[in-house]
C-alpha cells in the first residue's frame, strides 16, 4: 500500500511540475499568437500561387505595421515640421468627442511607453488607519491644484489578475514611496503577489 502512495505521489509531483512548465509556456505562446492574429487581420495579406489558391503568411501584417509605425516615427522626428504636429493637435483638441478619446488614448500610451511615464513610482497606500489595512499602487499625479485639490496626490490601483485598476485621490500623508523597481511591484500586484522578486541573498541562503 505504501509502494503504491509513494508512485502515486511522483506522479502527481512529475505532472505538477510539468504543468509549472508548459502552462506559462502555452499561455504566453498563445497571447502572442492572438495578438499576432487580430494584427495580421487589420492588414490581410494573401500571397496568390495560383489563380485559385492563396497562401496567408502569419506575421506579415504585424511587420507591414511596425515598418509603417516605425516610418512615421522617422518622418514626424526628421521631415515633418513639429509645427505642423502641433496645429494638426490643435484641431483635434477642438473637436470634442475626438479630442477626448485622441487625448486618453495618447496620455495612456505615454504613461507606459513615453518619456513622462507614470507608472514608475510605487507607493503604499493607508486606507484604513485603524486596521493598518494598505494598498499597493502607482502616483499618476503629484499636483491637483488644477481641479483645486491641494495636499492630495492621485493614485492608480491596479487589480490583481486583470488589465483595470481604479483612481484614488488619496492625501500625502497617507502615501509611502516603495523602493522596489515598478515593474517588479507590478506584477506583484497583478499575479495577486505570487510573483515577488526574491533578494539574492535569501536565495543564497536557501542554497
Do not use: C
Not at 24 to 33: D, F
Not at 76 to 91: C, D, G, H, R, Y
Request: cysteine-free; hydrophobic content about 50%.
Amino acid at each position: 500500500m505504501e509502494i503504491k502512495n509513494s508512485i502515486l505521489k511522483r506522479i502527481i509531483s512529475y505532472f505538477i511540475r510539468g504543468l509549472v512548465l508548459v502552462a506559462p509556456l502555452y499561455a504566453t505562446g498563445l497571447i502572442i499568437w492572438s495578438g499576432v492574429e487580430y494584427l495580421d487581420n487589420i492588414i490581410r495579406i494573401d500571397i496568390p500561387i495560383s489563380d485559385q489558391q492563396s497562401i496567408y503568411l502569419p506575421g506579415l501584417g504585424v511587420l507591414i505595421i511596425l515598418s509603417g509605425i516605425i516610418l512615421l516615427g522617422f518622418l514626424f522626428s526628421t521631415i515633418i515640421p513639429q509645427s505642423f504636429f502641433k496645429f494638426t493637435e490643435k484641431l483635434m483638441r477642438r473637436i470634442p468627442l475626438v479630442s477626448l478619446i485622441y487625448y486618453s488614448i495618447k496620455d495612456l500610451i505615454l504613461a507606459f511607453v513615453g518619456d513622462k511615464k507614470k507608472f514608475n513610482q510605487p507607493v503604499l497606500v493607508t486606507i484604513y488607519k485603524d486596521a493598518e489595512i494598505k494598498k499597493i499602487g502607482f502616483i499618476t499625479q503629484n499636483d491637483l491644484t488644477h481641479l483645486k485639490i491641494s495636499d492630495h496626490v492621485a493614485v492608480y490601483m491596479p487589480f490583481s489578475y486583470s488589465l483595470s485598476g481604479e483612481l484614488l485621490i488619496v492625501p500625502t500623508a497617507l502615501v509611502v514611496p516603495v523602493d522596489a523597481p515598478s515593474t517588479d511591484v507590478m506584477k506583484m500586484i497583478v499575479s495577486g503577489g505570487v510573483s515577488v522578486k526574491v533578494p539574492k541573498e535569501e536565495t543564497a541562503e536557501a542554497d
